[in-house]
């Protein structure tokens, strides 16, 4: 086999390797959430993604709001520090309806009418992070998150690796309400 075919059969294979698709056979581009109580479900696509937050030096804290029609809302507060791969560091996650008299995309922090919060607990693990930048612009993070109350699983979450808009939360500040 002549040295061009290996170089092109190669790059081929490592393109093919990193287009691959998540464990349950849903595209790496598409955010989603499992329920995990009672019998696992199939997961549902995320309509809506809105994803705030900052790096400062050696951690970023994030918010991700999640909201699909059938589960509602889920608000996801993560923080993870840089040494020098991301880490997990610790999170906790709020679940709500969807407030029917938005649009979706409307859940970017401005408080909703109602938010009728039903359950809420902390981030049990984060698997498969993914972080890009923030040296020199906006960071981006993403990663497959098993949200849970009481050392049970609730949700199992995935987020593809999301610009975070800057939050005014400034150095060592908390994210927006109810923070």
């Known amino acids: 086999m002549s040295v061009v075919r290996r170089l092109l ?49 050696e ?3 994030a918010r991700f709001v999640l909201e699909a029609r059938s589960l509602g809302v889920l ?14 560091v610790s999170g906790r996650w709020s679940e709500r309806p969807v407030n029917e008299s938005s649009a979706l995309g409307s859940a970017s922090g401005s408080a909703p009418a109602e938010t009728n919060s039903r359950m809420s607990g902390s981030v049990l693990s984060a698997d498969g992070l993914h972080f890009l930048g923030g040296q020199g612009g906006r960071p981006s993070l993403g990663g497959r998150f098993t949200l849970g109350r009481d050392r049970t699983a609730h949700y199992e979450v995935y987020v593809p690796p999301t610009i975070l808009q800057p939050t005014g939360g400034g150095r060592g500040g908390r994210f927006g309400r109810g923070s």
């Open 9 to 57: 059969l190669i790059t081929c294979v490592v393109l093919f390797a990193g287009t691959g698709c998540t464990r349950d056979g849903s595209e790496e581009g598409t955010a989603w959430i499992r329920t995990l109580m009672g019998e696992p479900r199939d997961p549902v696509d995320v309509e809506s993604v809105a994803a705030t937050g900052l790096r400062d030096g």
């Open 59 to 61: 951690i970023t804290r």
């Open 75 to 88: 608000e996801l507060d993560v923080e993870v520090r840089h040494v020098p791969q991301p880490v997990f």
